[in-house]
């Protein structure tokens, strides 16, 4: 006795076709995720990076601070030695002095806080850091292409959007289950002196068959219930596109106004420190006090933090919109990792 059988799917009213898209969808809905932690992840490092050299820079600018206080402080007391200074004014330098070295430990603490950050993030010490490169060539020229492109590349968004496709076809896999399922069905079979009849008994059969699975109001639930998770999923997309709209207004507003305070942080900068220079002369032919003096270098120092951390936060800026538009890891020549690849 041997017999052998063929059956091949015909029609299940799309069910298979939307199984596939479904889970087509949640693959690439995965991989837009883990572009979007890379993303994430990335921006974090450049942050971390960027706070790491700007509070560098601030230890620098604390340092020489430290020695413009400390060459006014010796100053007065050479003064004081010839008798031309008073007491009050080396007391009154060397409590300046004072504070210009609790501002340097303020900000060397500051320092090793950043490099913390950036270990926790990066996983190793910074060495020999360059300064940031700016990538404001690689920004959008308005907010509303900002926008748009924030729309067409940002991975959560897309994230979002495959999981409304992979809602729909599950919805449309609920369908199937009011269609029957239809199968070609080949038969052959090669039998002799079967059940004690002698000789030959061959049978050859070719059949459609059409089979419909009657379930009562089991399907009509699990249809209506995908209905309610196409609409869940529907509203996680709609949210998450505000979010993106929120989200790179937010960076474009940072950015915008970040670039016009450092334009007048660096008027700051150039005015105070010519007037210091106009100070220091004045105050050796006794046209301004000590106090004077002193107060000077202490706006040009604070003038000089203030134009550090306003070129750190538009770099920042540049780099939040960036990643804001899904192109932070492309515009850092860095390639995705493998499991962000999607399906076509």
């Given at each position: 006795e041997a017999e052998i059988r063929v059956r091949q799917l015909i029609y299940d009213g799309n069910s298979t076709l939307s199984e596939f898209r479904r889970h087509r969808a949640r693959v690439n809905s995965r991989a837009y995720e883990t572009f979007s932690t890379a993303e994430v992840t990335a921006l974090k490092a450049v942050e971390s990076y960027l706070n790491v050299y700007n509070e560098h820079e601030l230890v620098k600018l604390a340092t020489d601070n430290l020695d413009s206080h400390q060459t006014t402080y010796d100053r007065i007391v050479k003064r004081g030695r010839r008798g031309v200074g008073s007491k009050a004014d080396v007391q009154q330098s060397l409590g300046r002095l004072a504070l210009a070295r609790t501002n340097l430990m303020a900000q060397d603490n500051k320092h090793k806080d950043a490099i913390a950050?950036?270990?926790?993030?990066?996983?190793?010490?910074?060495?020999?850091?360059?300064?940031?490169?700016?990538?404001?060539?690689?920004?959008p020229t308005?907010?509303?292409?900002?926008?748009?492109?924030a729309l067409d590349n940002h991975p959560r968004l897309k994230s979002a959007s495959a999981d409304v496709e992979a809602a729909r076809e599950q919805h449309e896999t609920s369908k199937a289950l009011f269609f029957p399922r239809v199968h070609l069905e080949i038969k052959g079979s090669d039998n002799d002196n079967l059940d004690g009849i002698a000789g030959s008994n061959d049978d050859a059969e070719v059949m459609v068959r059409g089979r419909y699975n009657f379930t009562g109001g089991k399907d009509v639930a699990r249809r209506q219930e995908t209905v309610h998770e196409l609409k869940q999923a529907k509203e996680i997309r709609d949210r998450t596109r505000r979010q993106v709209i929120e989200s790179i207004r937010l960076s474009w507003n940072a950015y915008e106004t970040a670039k016009s305070q450092l334009e007048f942080?660096?008027?700051?900068?150039?005015?105070?420190?010519n007037a210091l220079g106009a100070y220091r002369k004045q105050f050796n032919i006794g046209q301004r006090t000590l106090i004077d003096l002193l107060d000077q270098?202490?706006?040009?120092?604070?003038?000089?933090?203030?134009?550090?951390?306003?070129?750190?936060?538009?770099r920042f800026a540049e780099y939040r919109i960036l990643a804001g538009t899904g192109r932070l890891l492309w515009a850092m020549e860095v390639p995705l990792p493998q499991q962000a690849d999607t399906i076509q």
């Amino acid at each position: 006795e041997a017999e052998i059988r063929v059956r091949q799917l015909i029609y299940d009213g799309n069910s298979t076709l939307s199984e596939f898209r479904r889970h087509r969808a949640r693959v690439n809905s995965r991989a837009y995720e883990t572009f979007s932690t890379a993303e994430v992840t990335a921006l974090k490092a450049v942050e971390s990076y960027l706070n790491v050299y700007n509070e560098h820079e601030l230890v620098k600018l604390a340092t020489d601070n430290l020695d413009s206080h400390q060459t006014t402080y010796d100053r007065i007391v050479k003064r004081g030695r010839r008798g031309v200074g008073s007491k009050a004014d080396v007391q009154q330098s060397l409590g300046r002095l004072a504070l210009a070295r609790t501002n340097l430990m303020a900000q060397d603490n500051k320092h090793k806080d950043a490099i913390a950050s950036f270990i926790s993030v990066v996983g190793y010490e910074p060495v020999d850091l360059n300064e940031p490169e700016t990538k404001n060539h690689l920004l959008p020229t308005d907010l509303a292409e900002a926008t748009e492109l924030a729309l067409d590349n940002h991975p959560r968004l897309k994230s979002a959007s495959a999981d409304v496709e992979a809602a729909r076809e599950q919805h449309e896999t609920s369908k199937a289950l009011f269609f029957p399922r239809v199968h070609l069905e080949i038969k052959g079979s090669d039998n002799d002196n079967l059940d004690g009849i002698a000789g030959s008994n061959d049978d050859a059969e070719v059949m459609v068959r059409g089979r419909y699975n009657f379930t009562g109001g089991k399907d009509v639930a699990r249809r209506q219930e995908t209905v309610h998770e196409l609409k869940q999923a529907k509203e996680i997309r709609d949210r998450t596109r505000r979010q993106v709209i929120e989200s790179i207004r937010l960076s474009w507003n940072a950015y915008e106004t970040a670039k016009s305070q450092l334009e007048f942080f660096k008027v700051h900068v150039d005015a105070s420190s010519n007037a210091l220079g106009a100070y220091r002369k004045q105050f050796n032919i006794g046209q301004r006090t000590l106090i004077d003096l002193l107060d000077q270098e202490n706006e040009v120092f604070q003038a000089r933090i203030n134009y550090a951390n306003a070129l750190n936060d538009l770099r920042f800026a540049e780099y939040r919109i960036l990643a804001g538009t899904g192109r932070l890891l492309w515009a850092m020549e860095v390639p995705l990792p493998q499991q962000a690849d999607t399906i076509q």
